[in-house]
């Protein structure tokens, strides 16, 4: 295994303290630990110091890459659930494996399917009837309306040299188009994670991975149960943190399927609005891990005197905050501009998802008091135009009213998830002594 720096990497003391990775945190190294990463990055195989190098990997703040893979296609069995007509294109692109097309009570039956349900079940209930089938040590899921570009698997196949790896998911990009719908879809879709690799924890930049193509461990699924064929929405997002609770996952961008965007507007909006919903009974199962917003008391402190008008104070306790983050910081061997810097950019990000929480997954109950001030109406123009500095296909006065649509429709999703289980679990902003990150089920989180 060789590895490569995160682009959040940062060194200080001499390269003892090193910083970055998703959540952010600090480690210390011994001096021969820094040796041994001074080597890494200068292209160096992994040959001693596993655990130092695993710890990194683990955090973000290196990605592996191996040169080899162990498994190859033969051991890869591929599940297709399908309800509608047979997925040809797929079909095609994975010409010489193995596929298992499970029916999910389409009108008319899909010839040479290993599964028909007479009636639909879901697709959770559509993979986990494939995957039991399965013989291979590996179960590829790819969704009837994606196609693998050539050269997928192996960039996936190779993350499972490391035994604790028990899944790895490429980049799923909407097919380019020349509709606005289309466009818009490929500058946005919920399912593309971007172009950074990383590992899959909730509360991380990479808070999750739609199983709408993901490589996994066949046993991994038998010990998990599967996926809960009770989840509509967020079957996908369930499974992978149950699975990383126990093991680790991968992101590999480099591995790309595309996937087909909504037939309309109407269809975009009702998929957004459904992944909002699994808010809600996801909150009842993992807690705070659908927790719309992250952020530190400090932040939480200092914005809250802002909204009431008391700038100065929020200054103060935005000062207090760098000054105890600097000498904490200060014995780890990092400058106190460095901390400084933390200190402000933590109070930004925190802004940031704020607003974006504001616009969001808190929309229907933030925007009618919101609009009812000045101060108020400040911030939903600030909620429109933070989308203004997205990468976008469309031009600015159309991508914002599609992505402040989205959002809105996702929100009203995440409240009507909420009614329904009672629970305000995935309306609650998790307040901690760290910096703040956000972790969006399906719909797309950020850090």
């Known amino acids: 295994m060789r590895v490569v720096a995160d682009p959040s990497l940062q060194r200080f003391d001499d390269g003892r303290t090193v910083a970055g990775g998703s959540p952010y945190r600090i480690l210390r190294l011994t001096a021969r630990g820094s040796e041994l990463l001074d080597d890494w990055l200068a292209g160096k195989p992994v040959t001693s110091g ?54 999910d009570g389409s009108p008319t039956p899909i010839p040479g399917a290993a599964v028909r349900h007479d009636t639909a079940r879901g697709p959770g209930a559509a993979r986990n009837a494939g995957w039991r089938l399965a013989d291979t040590p590996l179960v590829a899921f790819l969704d009837a309306d994606t196609v693998p570009e050539p ?48 590992p899959v924890r909730a509360g991380s930049r990479i808070s999750y991975v739609p199983t709408a193509a993901l490589l996994v461990r066949t ?20 499974l992978v943190w149950r699975l990383t609770a126990r093991h680790q996952a991968r992101y590999e961008p ?7 965007p909504r037939p309309s507007w109407p269809a975009l909006l009702k998929q957004r609005y459904g992944y909002g919903c699994s808010a809600g009974p996801l909150g009842r199962r993992h807690g705070e891990n659908v927790a719309p917003v992250r952020l530190s008391l400090w932040s939480a402190l200092a914005w809250l005197l802002v909204v009431l008008g008391r700038p100065r104070l929020a200054l103060a306790v935005t000062g207090a905050a760098a000054v105890l983050l600097t000498r904490k910081l200060g014995a780890l061997g990092i400058p106190a501009r460095e901390s400084i810097s933390l200190a402000v950019r933590g109070n930004i990000g925190a802004a940031r998802l704020l607003v974006e929480s504001a616009g ?77 990150r956000s972790s969006v089920p399906v719909g797309g989180g950020e850090a």
């Open 50 to 103: 596993n655990s130092l190098a695993q710890r990194l990997v683990r955090s973000g703040v290196l990605h592996p890459e191996h040169d080899t893979a162990s498994l190859g296609p033969d051991d890869v069995t591929v599940v297709v659930p399908v309800r509608g007509p047979r997925p040809g294109a797929l079909l095609d692109a994975l010409e010489g494996m193995r596929v298992l097309v499970v029916d």
């Open 254 to 260: 480099a591995a790309i399927v595309e996937h087909a």
């Open 151 to 198: 050269g997928w698997l192996d960039p996936l196949l190779r993350h499972f040299e490391d035994p604790e790896v028990a899944a790895a998911a490429p980049r799923v990009r909407s097919r380019r188009g020349d509709s606005a719908l289309e466009r818009f879809e490929r500058a946005c879709s919920p399912l593309d994670l971007g172009e950074q690799p990383g």
């Open 219 to 238: 046993e991994t699924l038998a010990e998990l149960g599967g996926f809960d064929e009770t989840l509509r929405f967020g079957e996908d997002v369930d």
């Open 360 to 436: 969001r997954a808190w929309a229907p109950l933030a925007i009618p008091p919101l609009l009812l001030s000045k101060r108020g109406r400040l911030v939903l123009a600030c909620v429109a135009a933070r989308h203004l500095t997205e990468p976008r296909e469309l031009d600015p006065l159309r991508h914002t009213l599609a992505r402040v649509a989205e959002d809105a429709a996702y929100g009203c999703g995440v409240l009507r998830g909420a009614l329904r289980e009672r629970s305000t679990v995935a309306l609650r902003p998790v307040l901690t002594d760290r910096g703040g």
